[in-house]
């Protein structure tokens, strides 16, 4: 057992000792304020506290942790053991307020703060304090976690702990179920008529081929899919869009037979979560009555959720889903870079900032998005590949768990997409093994 000291109490504190010590180093711990009590304890001992009491290792507190609320910090980044490390100390041995900094990275504590958006009201990865400082693409949490681990088992060898073990889940956001079949008369008719307009009539041919039988919807990726998964023994994890019809949202009906069946289709072989719509974001009621629509189709209670267009406003959008009864957030990624918007990649419990408490929230943290790599990192297949492979080899150095995400549209070798298909069995490939 460790036996961990602080001044005073800290609900910050507590959150992040227990994931980094407990989570991440896998050691039993124990906590306490009385100096005495901790000076009589002859097993292994951690103070966060200004100086040493009695040679045990010792972390100088940052005043973070003990603080209330929100202001701005006051930030410098400097290197230890070659890893970005902010909350620098005088601390010989580390050297550096790593409860801090890993609580300032894990809570988004900058995204409470004011912060410029993009185009769909989203914090933006350029101002991120990872990308403006170059160790977006690290997960620094787990590195440092992994580093205090080898120190305090260097005093302390016989420390009894568990190793973490690396992890693979591929998630797949289902947007768009099919491009020409099973819409709505009105739907489909209008995309005769806009085709027709513009005199794209080799879209024509394709729909009414699709329609008529002919050939196959190119969005059905669904078969290519359950393969690979039987092929890699992947870890799965499919969120539909159920939301009402709208500018960001254009899914099928969640009253589409067709569409239910598919949703219990692959219910079969994978989990299922709500992918709560565009529409939705800022309305409680609305998620809740999406979450109710997946439930009804597949008879399951729904306990996961990754927000559509990334759309993820702290606190707001997580204590929506709370509300709703969802326990598993998958959100925790960007849109417009790859890389680990919190620092880490292992899960994590959401804390609070407002009430100061940590949450019944789990979340997920996702490293890549297939949109991202192509549309907003205008990377070519090859270099898709690469950006993953560093990505993955990342995690697989710490241990942690790797999340991917991609689309059945991405997938369908279409239009836009064309070879892309190839870019996901690589990295499947590379994560699962």
Request: glycine share 4%; proline share 3%.
């Amino acid at each position: 057992m460790l036996l961990v000291y602080s001044h005073k109490p800290s609900s910050r504190f507590s959150y992040i000792a227990d994931f980094i010590l407990k989570s991440l180093c896998g050691f039993e711990i124990n906590y306490t304020n009385n100096q005495e009590e901790f000076i009589s304890y002859n097993g292994a001992k951690l103070s966060y506290n200004e100086a040493s009491i009695q040679s045990e290792i010792n972390i100088t507190p940052h005043t973070l942790l003990f603080e209330k609320g929100i202001k701005q910090q006051n930030i410098s980044l400097s290197t230890w053991l070659e890893i970005p490390i902010l909350f620098k100390n005088s601390n010989a041995k580390i050297p550096f307020d790593v409860f801090s900094a890993s609580f300032f990275l894990m809570s988004r504590y900058e995204e409470y703060l004011p912060h410029i958006t993009d185009n769909h009201n989203r914090f933006e990865a350029d101002n991120s304090l990872a990308f403006q400082n170059n160790f977006l693409h690290l997960p620094v949490i787990n590195m440092w976690a992994a580093e205090l681990k080898k120190i305090i088992l260097a005093k302390y060898p016989d420390l009894k702990h568990t190793e973490n073990t690396y992890q693979y889940i591929s998630t797949i956001d289902i947007d768009n179920a099919w491009a020409y079949k099973n819409k709505d008369a009105m739907r489909t008719g209008g995309a005769f008529l806009k085709a027709l307009a513009k005199g794209n009539f080799n879209d024509i041919k394709e729909r009414a081929l699709t329609l008529i039988g002919k050939n196959k919807d190119p969005y059905d990726t669904y078969d290519y899919l359950l393969s690979l998964q039987e092929k890699y023994k992947l870890n799965m994890i499919y969120f539909f869009l159920l939301g009402n019809y709208g500018v960001n949202d254009k899914n099928i009906s969640a009253n589409n037979s067709k569409f239910q069946s598919l949703i219990k289709h692959l219910g079969d072989y994978a989990e299922t979560g709500i992918h709560p719509s565009f529409g939705s974001n800022e309305n409680a009621q609305q998620v809740r009555i999406e979450v109710s629509r997946l439930a009804n189709i597949t008879h399951r209670s729904v306990t996961k959720s990754r927000q559509h267009f990334l759309k993820l406003h702290l606190p707001e959008t997580y204590k929506n889903i709370i509300s709703c009864g969802i326990q598993e957030d998958y959100t925790m990624g960007f849109a417009s870079k790859a890389g680990f918007r919190a620092s880490v990649c292992s899960p994590f419990k959401w804390y609070d900032l407002d009430a100061e408490e940590e949450t019944s929230l789990t979340v997920y943290p996702f490293c890549v998005m297939d949109g991202t790599l192509k549309t907003y990192m205008n990377l070519n297949q090859e270099q898709a590949i690469k950006q993953c492979t560093e990505l993955i080899n990342q995690i697989k150095k710490v241990n942690g768990m790797c999340i991917t995400l991609w689309h059945n549209e991405t997938l369908s070798n279409w239009r836009d997409w064309q070879d892309w298909q190839y870019v996901y069995e690589e990295v499947v490939k590379l994560a699962a093994n």
